[in-house]
Structures are given as structure tokens and as C-alpha cells.
């Protein structure tokens, strides 16, 4: 079940997003099955950053077993302890990025998506950060690097296309930050921008094919 939270401190740049999040429409393809996945929770951090308003990603591993090298948020398995997705999310947050979780505010969680590679069902926990902290790698054998990503970086056409990706499959990818956005993370970032009312026109013929070194770390078992 989607929740939002009173957040009074929220900005006004974010509320229209925060409003209309909770019920966004889940594509056929990303909704789970009736049983037999994982429960999991992606961090949706939003930031005033020098550069305006921007976006908490990470890189992973290239070493991971999955998911090796990909830019994602932070997020991953729902636990007992964590009292749900707001506090799975938080809790990775906090040892994949080293944030400060007392600075950050949940606003509102998504309808669940489905990771079909890992097996997992997907909550995404929307966050303001009102407190900013310093932010580093956690786990080197599980994070790169972590970046505060601009909005407006994502929403420029210059860094949009389109990618296919090893099943054939085109969606939705971003570069920034030098990162190459693909897969889930660009599907969800997609949304954010529809949704947010940050799209801009883009050029949706700019098709591009997964380069080979990232095929090779996303197909690893």
C-alpha cells in the first residue's frame, strides 16, 4: 500500500511529485506476481544541491554477483527489524552512502515494482533531505561511487536515449555524472520526470546498443 507523509518543510518544487507519486500507474511488466518475491526498498533522496535540486545515486560494484556496476539507487531487502520499507530504505541508505538519516524526511512510498532478474518486489520510498550530509562509498565490494545528481542534468535532452539492451529490450537511459543510467534506475528516473513535471522534449530516435563491458558485468551469475 502506497503512503504519503506530512512533510510541512517539503519544498515547493517537490510537492506536485510527492501529490501524484503514490498513485502512479504500474506497467504490465513491472507488476509482481501474486507470490514468490522478495520485498525490497529503493531511497528516492531529493537535495538542494549547489547545482539546484538533484537526486542521490550510487554505482555498484563491479565485483557484485548482480546488478555489477550498474548506477542505482539506494535500496535492497526488507528485513524484519526495519519496520518496512521506510526503514529498509533509510537503513541501506545509510551503509551504502554513509548519510546522516536524521536529516532526511519520507514523504510518500511508491506501488511496489517488479526486479524480474533478481526476483525482487520493489518499493520506492520518496525522501527530502533537509539536513544535507557528507556522503561517501559504503562497502567498497558493494559501492563505487555515490553522487548528487542534478535534475536538470537528467532532464537534458543532450543526456537522454534510448538503450537495447542484452534481451533486446529498449528502454529508457540517462549519462550523467560520467554514469551510464540504464535498466530500472532509468525506468523509475523516467517516471520522476513525467511525473514531476521536469521532462523535457527529447530525442527518442537516439537509440544506442548496451556497450559490451557493461553486458558482460549485468549478464554474471
Known sequence: MTRAFDVPDCPEWLRTFVAEAPATEVPEQLRPPANGARAAAVLILFGEGPEGPDLLLLQRADTLRKHAGQPAFPGGGIYVGDGGPVGA?????????????????????????????????????????????????????????????????????????????????????????????????????????QVGGWELPWDKSRIEELPPEVIDLATRE
Open 89 to 193: 530504505a533509510l537503513r541501506e541508505a545509510v551503509e551504502e552512502t554513509g548519510l546522516n538519516p536524521g536529516g532526511v524526511a519520507p514523504l510518500a512510498t511508491m506501488p511496489e515494482l517488479y526486479v524480474s532478474h533478481s526476483g525482487y518486489r520493489v518499493t520506492p520510498v520518496l525522501a527530502w533531505w533537509r539536513e544535507p550530509s557528507a556522503i561517501a562509498a559504503g562497502d567498497p565490494g558493494e559501492v563505487a561511487s555515490v553522487a548528487r545528481v542534478p535534475i536538470a542534468e537528467l532532464a537534458d535532452p543532450a543526456n537522454r536515449l534510448r538503450i537495447r539492451g542484452p534481451a533486446g529490450h529498449l528502454g529508457p537511459a540517462f549519462r550523467a555524472r560520467g554514469m551510464l543510467v540504464w535498466g530500472f534506475t532509468a525506468g523509475i528516473l523516467h517516471r520522476v520526470l
